[in-house]
């Protein structure tokens, strides 16, 4: 059974990309480019990764994800390993974000090879 990955970021041309990457990789990819997307989502469906962007309009990603994993707990499902990617350097953030004991965060612009070996190595524990 492939593995399922939640791709959440406002910026189409990165879903796009993430989507043609992870397919090739053989990962079934479901794609949120807003916050409430992706938390209905959560309601409906396990994920085995969260690749998450932290910096988007309205809801950041960190109270994305925290709230993605509150829907899990109380629907009984497993928490899902997250990967945090951003553009942007904030402290703030990031330390928020340790909270969630994420797998990895990631500035962008990545290099494509890091972040499949990040992906795969994260998968490999799930």
Do not use: H, W
Not at 8 to 23: A, G, V
Not at 26 to 33: D, G, K
Not at 34 to 40: K, V
Not at 82 to 96: N, R
Request: charged share 30%.
């Amino acid at each position: 059974m492939r593995k399922k990955i939640l791709v959440i970021d406002d910026e189409e041309i990165l879903i796009k990309t993430f989507s043609r990457l992870l397919d090739k990789l053989n990962y079934e990819v479901l794609v949120a480019s807003r916050p409430e997307d992706a938390l209905a989502m959560a309601e409906e469906e396990d994920f085995d990764l969260i690749l998450c962007d932290i910096r988007m309009p309205g809801k950041n990603g960190v109270e994305t994800v925290r709230d993605i994993r509150t829907v899990q707990k109380q629907n009984g499902k497993p928490e899902s390993p997250v990967i945090f990617l951003t553009g942007f350097a904030d402290p703030k953030l990031e330390q928020e974000a340790q909270v969630l004991n994420p797998a990895a965060y990631i500035y962008k612009p990545f290099d494509t090879n890091r972040l499949v070996e990040v992906i795969e190595t994260t998968l490999a524990k799930v």
